[in-house]
């Protein structure tokens, strides 16, 4: 059973671009979690979603940020016009269900650098 | 609010010698706390977790930790390291299950361990 999976593993992206990050949570996981971190912090959430939902995004930034999980495919977070600050690791994290933060189970990131 | 702090960056430590990594936090409630593991190229792994019973908890690859509430602190620990050890350590908390927002993590910034020969 393969584990989270995210794509791409480092992005690279110049200024007013925009980035997409996708995540495939585990087999029999409808519940998908996005993290960041920003160099020298913790993860701190962003968002959580289930399949068509978006359940709670008290943490993601007001513009430019969005995040889907639709019914077929990966779990997308799209950044547009990416500025300097938006440089960090992007961490995804799916469950088997709606409760559960011992339940989560973490992909291994995708850094995005903007220039 | 709910926040993690690890005071050590990096710690470096000599192949089986012991190993001792910091985790205090801050929370309003009683706290789920966890320890995870990453290793280069990996995802984040769950060494352990607590939230009542015994306050020294047992996880896999040989940790322990030990909760302190009247120090907030949650430390992990490994009698005799292996160089396989060398990783980013987070330590995480949450709320407990069933509360709600029991799925919002908040993690500290990381410890890196280098293993010496």
């Known amino acids: 059973n393969a584990g989270v999976m995210q794509n791409p593993r480092h992005l690279v992206r110049r200024r007013g671009q925009e980035a997409r990050l996708r995540c495939s949570p585990m087999?029999?996981?409808?519940?998908v979690y996005w993290y960041r971190q920003l160099p020298e912090e913790g993860l701190k959430f962003m968002v959580y979603?289930?399949?068509?939902?978006?359940?709670?995004e008290s943490g993601m930034p007001k513009e430019r940020f969005s995040a889907e999980f639709p019914k077929e495919g990966p779990s997308i977070l799209r950044i547009q016009q990416v500025v300097r600050g938006d440089s960090a690791a992007y961490f995804c994290a799916s469950s088997p269900r709606d409760r559960g933060a011992n339940e989560q189970f973490f992909g291994p990131g995708t850094r995005l650098t903007v220039l | 609010a709910q926040s993690v702090t690890q005071p050590d960056i990096h710690i470096t430590v000599s192949e089986g010698a012991s190993l001792e990594l910091r985790c205090n936090y801050s929370y309003g409630a009683t706290p789920y706390l966890f320890w995870y593991v990453q290793s280069p190229g990996q995802g984040l792994q769950l060494l352990l977790k607590y939230f009542s019973g015994d306050t020294l908890v047992q996880g896999i690859k040989g940790f322990e930790a030990e909760f302190k509430r009247s120090q907030s602190s949650f430390n992990l620990r490994k009698p005799s390291v292996h160089w396989s050890d060398a990783a980013e350590y987070f330590c995480a908390v949450g709320a407990l299950p069933g509360s709600s927002n029991d799925y919002k993590l908040s993690f500290g910034a990381g410890t890196t361990v280098t293993v010496r020969a």
């Open positions: 087999k029999g996981h409808s519940h």
């Open positions: 979603l289930q399949k068509e939902n978006i359940i709670d």
